[in-house]
Protein backbone atom coordinates (compact mmCIF):
# COMPACT_ATOMS: atom_id res chain seq x y z
CA UNK A 1 0.00 0.00 0.00
CA UNK A 2 2.87 2.67 1.27
CA UNK A 3 4.58 1.63 -1.87
CA UNK A 4 1.69 2.40 -4.16
CA UNK A 5 1.51 6.06 -2.81
CA UNK A 6 5.26 6.38 -2.92
CA UNK A 7 5.02 5.50 -6.80
CA UNK A 8 2.11 7.42 -7.46
CA UNK A 9 3.47 10.48 -5.74
CA UNK A 10 6.88 10.09 -7.46
CA UNK A 11 4.84 9.55 -11.13
CA UNK A 12 3.52 12.94 -10.46
CA UNK A 13 6.65 14.72 -9.67
CA UNK A 14 8.25 13.40 -12.99
CA UNK A 15 5.16 14.78 -14.68
CA UNK A 16 5.81 17.75 -13.33
CA UNK A 17 9.21 17.85 -13.92
CA UNK A 18 8.83 16.96 -17.62
CA UNK A 19 5.33 19.39 -18.21
CA UNK A 20 8.14 22.28 -16.45
CA UNK A 21 10.12 22.28 -19.46
CA UNK A 22 7.15 22.95 -22.14
CA UNK A 23 5.28 25.05 -19.48
CA UNK A 24 3.64 28.14 -21.99
CA UNK A 25 4.48 31.29 -19.47
CA UNK A 26 1.92 34.07 -19.06
CA UNK A 27 2.30 37.59 -19.78
CA UNK A 28 -0.70 38.17 -17.22
CA UNK A 29 0.43 35.18 -14.49
CA UNK A 30 4.51 35.40 -14.46
CA UNK A 31 6.32 38.08 -16.46
CA UNK A 32 3.96 41.36 -15.61
CA UNK A 33 4.19 40.87 -12.22
CA UNK A 34 8.07 40.92 -12.37
CA UNK A 35 7.82 44.27 -14.27
CA UNK A 36 5.61 45.63 -11.87
CA UNK A 37 8.05 44.83 -8.97
CA UNK A 38 11.16 45.81 -10.61
CA UNK A 39 10.85 48.02 -13.85
CA UNK A 40 8.19 50.36 -13.50
CA UNK A 41 9.06 52.58 -10.47
CA UNK A 42 11.44 53.83 -13.29
CA UNK A 43 9.43 53.15 -16.89
CA UNK A 44 6.24 54.46 -16.28
CA UNK A 45 5.07 57.53 -18.05
CA UNK A 46 6.45 59.88 -15.69
CA UNK A 47 9.58 58.23 -14.46
CA UNK A 48 13.28 58.86 -15.47
CA UNK A 49 13.81 55.13 -17.34
CA UNK A 50 10.65 56.81 -19.65
CA UNK A 51 12.23 60.31 -20.00
CA UNK A 52 15.67 58.90 -20.93
CA UNK A 53 14.49 56.10 -23.55
CA UNK A 54 10.55 56.73 -23.85
CA UNK A 55 10.42 52.93 -22.83
CA UNK A 56 7.26 52.09 -20.27
CA UNK A 57 6.70 48.48 -19.19
CA UNK A 58 3.30 49.73 -17.82
CA UNK A 59 1.04 47.24 -19.71
CA UNK A 60 1.72 44.83 -22.79
CA UNK A 61 0.78 47.42 -25.52
CA UNK A 62 4.00 49.69 -23.92
CA UNK A 63 6.22 46.70 -24.03
CA UNK A 64 5.47 45.88 -27.48
CA UNK A 65 6.22 49.46 -28.67
CA UNK A 66 9.56 49.91 -27.12
CA UNK A 67 12.05 52.86 -26.64
CA UNK A 68 12.23 56.29 -28.88
CA UNK A 69 14.31 53.90 -31.41
CA UNK A 70 11.88 51.47 -31.53
CA UNK A 71 10.64 47.38 -30.08
CA UNK A 72 12.83 45.56 -27.64
CA UNK A 73 11.20 42.53 -27.78
CA UNK A 74 11.35 40.67 -30.92
CA UNK A 75 8.61 38.21 -30.43
CA UNK A 76 9.82 34.33 -30.35
CA UNK A 77 13.67 36.28 -30.35
CA UNK A 78 15.21 36.59 -27.28
CA UNK A 79 18.70 36.74 -28.51
CA UNK A 80 17.36 39.66 -30.87
CA UNK A 81 15.81 41.60 -27.79
CA UNK A 82 16.77 44.51 -26.44
CA UNK A 83 14.37 43.93 -23.21
CA UNK A 84 16.28 40.61 -22.73
CA UNK A 85 20.05 41.39 -23.61
CA UNK A 86 19.86 44.31 -20.78
CA UNK A 87 18.41 42.20 -18.05
CA UNK A 88 20.78 39.18 -18.76
CA UNK A 89 23.92 41.63 -18.46
CA UNK A 90 24.41 40.78 -22.08
CA UNK A 91 25.14 44.33 -22.86
CA UNK A 92 27.44 47.25 -22.10
CA UNK A 93 27.18 47.70 -18.23
CA UNK A 94 25.58 51.51 -18.55
CA UNK A 95 22.17 49.74 -19.51
CA UNK A 96 21.90 46.76 -17.99
CA UNK A 97 18.24 46.76 -16.21
CA UNK A 98 17.41 47.17 -13.46
CA UNK A 99 20.75 49.89 -13.58
CA UNK A 100 22.84 48.11 -10.57
CA UNK A 101 26.13 49.72 -12.00
CA UNK A 102 27.59 52.99 -11.12
CA UNK A 103 28.17 53.40 -14.26
CA UNK A 104 24.53 53.27 -15.61
CA UNK A 105 22.03 57.08 -15.50
CA UNK A 106 20.06 55.60 -12.92
CA UNK A 107 23.45 54.92 -11.03
CA UNK A 108 23.46 51.88 -9.41
CA UNK A 109 20.54 51.58 -7.70
CA UNK A 110 18.82 48.75 -9.02
CA UNK A 111 18.88 44.79 -8.15
CA UNK A 112 19.70 42.48 -10.60
CA UNK A 113 16.65 39.94 -11.70
CA UNK A 114 17.12 36.66 -10.50
CA UNK A 115 18.42 33.87 -12.41
CA UNK A 116 14.72 32.38 -12.99
CA UNK A 117 13.10 35.74 -13.44
CA UNK A 118 15.01 36.33 -16.27
CA UNK A 119 14.82 32.79 -17.33
CA UNK A 120 10.65 33.31 -17.04
CA UNK A 121 10.74 36.24 -19.52
CA UNK A 122 13.39 34.40 -21.91
CA UNK A 123 11.19 31.94 -22.43
CA UNK A 124 7.45 34.27 -22.85
CA UNK A 125 9.76 35.94 -25.62
CA UNK A 126 11.08 32.75 -27.23
CA UNK A 127 7.34 31.66 -26.66
CA UNK A 128 6.15 34.15 -29.77
CA UNK A 129 5.71 37.09 -26.45
CA UNK A 130 2.03 36.84 -26.15
CA UNK A 131 -0.51 39.05 -24.54
CA UNK A 132 -1.70 35.77 -22.61
C1 LIG B 1 16.39 52.94 -11.29
C2 LIG B 1 15.62 53.19 -12.50
C3 LIG B 1 15.39 52.07 -13.49
C4 LIG B 1 14.87 50.80 -13.24
C5 LIG B 1 14.43 50.20 -11.91
C6 LIG B 1 14.80 50.13 -14.53
N1 LIG B 1 15.28 50.95 -15.52
FE1 LIG B 1 15.38 50.52 -17.53
N2 LIG B 1 16.18 52.37 -17.90
C7 LIG B 1 16.44 53.33 -16.94
C8 LIG B 1 17.11 54.47 -17.58
C9 LIG B 1 17.55 55.74 -16.86
C10 LIG B 1 17.22 54.14 -18.95
C11 LIG B 1 17.88 54.96 -20.06
C12 LIG B 1 19.19 54.30 -20.43
C13 LIG B 1 20.36 54.58 -19.53
O1 LIG B 1 20.39 54.21 -18.33
O2 LIG B 1 21.34 55.12 -20.03
C14 LIG B 1 16.63 52.82 -19.13
C15 LIG B 1 16.53 52.13 -20.34
C16 LIG B 1 15.98 50.88 -20.53
C17 LIG B 1 15.89 50.18 -21.79
C18 LIG B 1 16.37 50.71 -23.13
C19 LIG B 1 17.81 50.32 -23.32
C20 LIG B 1 18.32 50.83 -24.64
O3 LIG B 1 19.34 51.54 -24.63
O4 LIG B 1 17.71 50.57 -25.68
C21 LIG B 1 15.30 48.96 -21.54
C22 LIG B 1 15.00 47.86 -22.55
C23 LIG B 1 15.01 48.90 -20.12
N3 LIG B 1 15.44 50.08 -19.54
C24 LIG B 1 14.43 47.83 -19.49
C25 LIG B 1 14.22 47.75 -18.11
C26 LIG B 1 13.63 46.60 -17.47
C27 LIG B 1 13.14 45.34 -18.18
C28 LIG B 1 13.61 46.88 -16.12
C29 LIG B 1 13.16 45.97 -15.00
C30 LIG B 1 13.74 44.65 -14.96
C31 LIG B 1 14.19 48.22 -15.94
N4 LIG B 1 14.54 48.70 -17.17
C32 LIG B 1 14.34 48.83 -14.70
C33 LIG B 1 16.15 53.27 -15.59
C34 LIG B 1 15.62 52.15 -14.93
Known amino acids: ?11 FALFFVLCGCERQISFADDVQPIFLASCV ?6 AEGYAAS ?7 ESVM ?26 TSPEIHMPPHHDSALAAGRGTPLSQHQIEVIQKWIDQGAQNN
Open 1 to 11: MASDKLYRISF
Open 41 to 46: ECHDNS
Open 54 to 60: GFSLSDY
Open 65 to 90: KGTKFGPVVIASSSISSTLYLTIAGK
